[in-house]
């Protein structure tokens, strides 16, 4: 729900743009130094705590300190006040997608046991668009482990079409025989 109000927020001052970017290196800095994430995960910092905390690390002001807009330190000072400083990274997360949704965009990650060429990936990049009417980000690994074939995965969806994923289905159906 806090993201969903940061986003409202930026939907209404149209600066969704401008915030997602602001948010990407927040992300950034923050998965940078573990310290950070350990410090806002810690459930022995009171509100009060936690507000104090903010208020020394970030700034929309003071050059000292951390740089961000208005926006987002209401946003932190929001979670600091209610407590909720350990769920800040999940938060950032949940209005990256919520601008992502809002775009009509669509992280797309593939896995081949050899690299894919960049003409394929457009291919497979252009056949997802058209069927989703979406805008497909593609993220190509590699892991030579799947044999052959190709793994799709978007958030919760998989489609496995490794040789690796079938030669585990035979097996199954081989122990399920015997």
Same mark, same amino acid.
């Not at 252009?126 to 009417?133: E, G, H, V």
């Given at each position: 729900?806090?993201?969903?109000?940061?986003?409202?927020?930026?939907?209404?001052?149209?600066?969704?743009?401008?915030?997602?970017?602001?948010?990407?290196?927040?992300?950034?800095?923050?998965?940078?130094?573990?310290?950070?994430?350990?410090?806002?995960?810690?459930?022995?910092?009171?509100?009060?705590?936690?507000?104090?905390?903010?208020?020394?690390?970030?700034? $929309? @002001?003071?050059? *000292? #300190?951390?740089?961000?807009?208005? =926006? /987002?330190?209401?946003?932190?000072?929001?979670?600091?006040?209610? &407590?909720?400083?350990?769920?800040?990274?999940?938060?950032?997360?949940?209005?990256?997608?919520?601008?992502?949704?809002?775009?009509?965009?669509?992280?797309?990650?593939?896995?081949?046991?050899?690299?894919?060429?960049?003409?394929?990936?457009?291919?497979?990049? $252009? @056949?997802?668009? *058209? #069927?989703?009417?979406?805008?497909? =980000? /593609?993220?190509?690994?590699?892991?030579?482990?799947?044999?052959? &074939?190709?793994?799709?995965?978007?958030?919760?969806?998989?489609?496995?079409?490794?040789?690796?994923?079938?030669?585990?289905?035979?097996?199954?159906?081989?122990?399920?025989?015997?």
């Amino acid at each position: 729900r806090y993201s969903k109000a940061l986003f409202k927020i930026a939907s209404n001052e149209s600066s969704e743009q401008k915030i997602y970017n602001e948010v990407n290196n927040l992300l950034e800095i923050i998965k940078s130094d573990k310290k950070f994430i350990k410090i806002f995960s810690s459930p022995l910092l009171s509100s009060k705590s936690q507000l104090k905390l903010i208020d020394n690390i970030f700034s $929309n @002001i003071d050059k *000292k #300190k951390l740089n961000v807009s208005k =926006n /987002i330190l209401a946003f932190f000072k929001v979670l600091a006040n209610n &407590g909720r400083l350990n769920i800040l990274l999940s938060s950032l997360y949940s209005f990256k997608f919520l601008v992502k949704s809002m775009r009509k965009e669509v992280n797309v990650n593939i896995i081949t046991a050899t690299p894919v060429s960049e003409e394929n990936l457009k291919k497979i990049q $252009n @056949i997802l668009s *058209k #069927k989703t009417d979406k805008k497909i =980000n /593609i993220i190509s690994n590699i892991d030579i482990n799947i044999i052959g &074939g190709i793994i799709l995965q978007s958030g919760s969806n998989l489609i496995d079409a490794s040789i690796r994923n079938k030669i585990l289905k035979l097996n199954n159906i081989k122990k399920g025989v015997n």
